[in-house]
């Protein structure tokens, strides 16, 4: 008898990333691994200065041509090891079989070329078609992604497109040529609050219609509640804590993660809101010990600012970056969180 083998669409192992700077090397990520499977949404969410961004890119291999450098770990995707290919091949992958969707939209689009025309290039790119055969499906991605009019709006440029619309033409663009794996850095941070959710339902959609596989960058929690089915929680370039989201903001295990969720308002409810003091250290100087010790309130002195905490599985299939055991008990400690209901059908932390 035999047993299959589970093998991830994206694994990710203890990637590493560092850059040049005038003082030296600096470790932007570190031992950072997750995995996504086949039609799966995972959640990368922090702060800014995280290293979500960074992640990304090392993802692709376009780390190189931001100054950085993977010197550590690996990426495999769809079975291959993605970093080991020569820049001519990733080429190939990238828009073919992996989709990308960056943070800004309008600085992403070329302004001297028609919105059709961009589209239609990364199609002819990566499938032997002709120009109409790629226009007329660029018009029908962008008539997809909901662009009112796609056969005229196609043949105009991006400074007539709103910020919305930029939005959607990029998601266009990445998933035109059908990828297994679209990676969205902060999709909808530029945008006016109801064109985010209506950009986030799109992505949704397509997403099930599809069945692409979706590594989702964002700070926003609530996001990841409506999305995900998986989330790692990164600080100062680590993970510091992943699972399922339903478990992972049902009942934190790290700290952090405890911090950003008392940060979310709920609507129709006056509760306090609970700040996570100070900021991300940069890494070029990062606290001794515990990287989260300094605005940590339950940090034990001689202990979180002095042992470096690895990524450990304290509890089946959920791994954190923490010393001390609050949140992996059967309730929490006292001073801890309580799990109450919010409106996207998971809980968060309320003091």
Known sequence: MTTSVHTPLLDVSDLTVEFATRKGRIRAVEGVSFSIDRGEVLGLVGESGSGKSVTSLAVTGL???????????????????????DPRQ????????MGMIFQQPIRSLNPTMR?????????????????????????E???????????????????????????????AMALACSPKLLIADEPTTALDVTVQAHVL???LQLQAETDVAVLLITHDLGVVARSCQRVAVMYSGQVVESGTVREVLDRPSHPYTEGLLG????????TRL?????????????PPGCRFHPRCPYAEPGLCD?????????????PDRCLHPHGRGPAPRGGGAVPVRIDTGTTRLAR
Not at 127 to 134: F, H
Not at 274 to 286: E, Q
């Open 63 to 85: 780390t190189e041509y931001t100054g950085g450098k993977v010197v550590r770990g690996s990426v495999t995707f769809d079975g291959r090891d993605f970093l080991a290919l």
């Open 90 to 97: 990733r080429a190939d992958v990238l828009g073919r079989d």
């Open 115 to 139: 919105i059709g025309d961009q589209i239609a290039e990364v199609v002819r790119r990566h499938r032997d078609v002709s120009r109409q055969a790629a226009w007329d499906r660029a018009v």
């Open 141 to 171: 991605m962008l008539d997809r992604v909901h662009i009112p009019d796609a056969a005229r709006r196609a043949r105009e440029y991006p400074h007539t497109f709103s910020g919305g619309m930029s939005q959607r033409a990029m998601i």
């Open 201 to 203: 339902d799109l992505l």
């Open 263 to 270: 940060a979310i308002p709920v609507r129709g409810e006056r």
């Open 274 to 286: 609970v700040a996570v003091p100070g900021t991300v250290p940069p890494p070029d100087a990062l």
């Open 306 to 318: 002095v042992e470096e905490p690895d990524l450990r599985e304290w509890l089946p299939g959920r």
